[in-house]
């Protein structure tokens, strides 16, 4: 595993030093859309509305829009927020683990102690143990602030992330509010049916059925030679684009993603602040007619 963030988990004043990983991944099969008829790779392109011009990801910042106004933030304005900058996982309080809500959890991260020695790690996982609580961090993460959930999962500290509030819908179900007579007799047969699907919960013996037959249906046409040529699907636009050579969407994303992250730890690793470039000067556009 490769750590995504570095930082320091602190609490009183105690100060916990720590790598963060993702602690799933997708296992679905992968897919792109191809055209129908000839099997083609559907291309998807960044196209400025204003001169028509494919833009460069490298180019591309972001935006707020209300309606009348927009105001771009550059990537600099993103990372001069203090919060950006933050590379602290502050417990904010600690509370019974009975108390956070399923339905908030979100991404799940294991951290890993990044010090000479564990100690500090050890101690906060084992209190965490022995009072049977959970606590709540505040820490940001890729531009935005982030609640989440620290709790032990065997001799590992997990970070949850937590949907905010406002996040969670409320359930309003007219259906509910009408009275509904269960009797003694009904509830005992459910409950006896419960008994007899009882068991202890090993998430090994699940399988993701749908995947593992759609691997299924992949080979079986690979062995009937039911395919094509991979690189008969990508047209002369594609290799114009990168000079003859045929580059992976995907890959190249990948690495925009490193690339950007690199450059992301080494100003946090610098003393001077980055200097501020200047916005390029914005394009006026006709207003319709």
């Given at each position: 595993m490769r750590a995504i963030w570095k930082g320091a988990l602190t609490f009183g004043l105690v100060n916990v030093p720590v790598k963060v990983y993702s602690a799933t991944e997708d296992h679905d099969v992968p897919l792109h859309?191809?055209?129908?008829?000839?099997?083609?790779?559907?291309?998807?392109?960044?196209?400025?509305?204003?001169?028509?011009?494919?833009?460069?990801?490298?180019?591309?910042?972001?935006a707020?829009?209300?309606?009348?106004?927009?105001?771009?933030l550059t990537k600099d304005d993103i990372s001069s927020l203090p919060s950006e900058r933050s590379r602290e996982i502050e417990v904010v309080e600690f509370v019974p683990t009975d108390q956070i809500d399923l339905l908030t959890l979100d991404r799940a991260y294991y951290l890993e102690p990044d010090s000479s020695s564990p100690k500090a790690y050890v101690l906060l996982r084992r209190t965490l143990e022995q009072t049977d609580r959970t606590a709540v961090v505040r820490f940001s993460l890729?531009?935005?602030?982030?609640?989440?959930?620290?709790?032990?999962?065997?001799?590992?500290?997990?970070?949850?992330?937590?949907?905010?509030?406002?996040?969670?819908?409320?359930?309003?179900?007219?259906?509910?509010?009408?009275?509904?007579?269960?009797?003694?007799?009904?509830?005992?047969?459910?409950?006896?049916?419960?008994?007899?699907?009882?068991?202890?919960?090993?998430?090994?013996?699940?399988?993701?059925?749908?995947?593992?037959?759609?691997?299924?249906?992949?080979?079986?046409?690979?062995?009937?030679?039911?395919?094509?040529?991979?690189?008969?699907?990508?047209?002369?636009?594609?290799?114009?684009d990168t000079g003859g050579e045929v580059i992976d969407l995907m890959a190249a994303l990948r690495a925009s993603v490193e690339r950007s992250r690199a450059a992301r730890e080494g100003k946090d690793a610098g003393d001077a602040a980055p200097a501020k470039k200047k916005a390029p000067a914005k394009k006026k556009s006709k207003k319709a007619s």
């Open positions: 859309q191809v055209h129908a008829a000839d099997g083609g790779r559907i291309r998807y392109q960044r196209i400025c509305e204003i001169d028509g011009e494919v833009v460069p990801f490298a180019d591309i910042d972001k707020y829009d209300d309606g009348e106004r927009t105001v771009v890729r531009q935005k602030t982030r609640l989440a959930a620290l709790r032990v999962r065997g001799d590992v500290l997990v970070l949850q992330t937590l949907l905010w509030a406002d996040e969670v819908r409320e359930a309003a179900f007219p259906a509910l509010d009408e009275p509904v007579r269960i009797s003694a007799k009904e509830l005992e047969l459910s409950a006896s049916l419960v008994d007899s699907f009882s068991s202890d919960f090993d998430p090994d013996e699940f399988v993701d059925e749908y995947q593992r037959e759609l691997r299924t249906l992949i080979d079986a046409k690979l062995e009937q030679g039911d395919a094509l040529d991979t690189s008969e699907t990508f047209g002369e636009q594609a290799e114009a």
